[in-house]
């Protein structure tokens, strides 16, 4: 693009006005609208610029003749508002990068902490009876709720063969273990 704006004012006739609008905006949509590296986004609107410089000393006059200097000036201070323009942009993006880092960090650390606490540690209070655990309220519940309430475990239920024999010792479950009057076959 601004390539094509200094082609453009090389081509008019020596003597012609230099149009100040069209290559303001050029050099405003360099700098502020078209997001890139520094060097890769200042280097055409310094080329640009440095163009115009030549163009207008050497070959183009100006609706105000007599005001080159102010027409350098203006190209130039744009320039200065646009560098740092960029300058800020690209510190924001890094300011902002380095936010997104360090709340993924945050994330990650927060995941860990709670897949930390859905772990069982410490000592828990359970009933030597009926085996029921006093939670953290103060109420008594069955192991297996509170074990699910505080933990990713489930339950599967089951009979083993000492309860089988002691309570069931004439089920066709304790004859399939070959389980007779308290002793094994």
């Not at 008594?140 to 239920?157: G, L, N, P, T």
Request: with cysteine; aromatic share 10%.
């Amino acid at each position: 693009m601004a390539g094509f704006i200094v082609v453009i004012n090389a081509l008019r006739p020596e003597g012609s006005t230099l149009p100040f609008r069209s290559p303001m905006f050029t050099l405003f949509v360099l700098y502020g609208v078209l997001p890139n590296r520094f060097w890769r986004q200042c280097t055409p609107a310094w080329f640009l610029s440095a163009a115009l410089i030549a163009l207008r000393l050497t070959w183009l006059t100006s609706i105000a003749d007599g005001d080159v200097g102010g027409d350098v000036v203006i190209i130039l201070a744009v320039n200065a508002f646009g560098t740092l323009l960029v300058q800020r942009r690209l510190a924001l993006e890094q300011d902002v990068s380095v936010a997104w880092e360090a709340e993924h960090d945050a994330r990650i650390t927060s995941d860990r902490a709670l897949a930390e606490l859905r772990t069982l540690r410490g000592i828990i209070p359970i009933c030597s009876h009926c085996k029921k655990v006093r939670s953290e309220v103060g109420d008594w519940e069955q192991i297996e709720s509170y074990v699910r309430a505080h933990s990713d475990a489930e339950f599967s239920h089951g009979i083993c063969p000492e309860c089988v024999e002691a309570h069931y010792p004439e089920s066709e479950f304790a004859k399939a273990l070959g389980l007779r009057g308290g002793e094994p076959a």
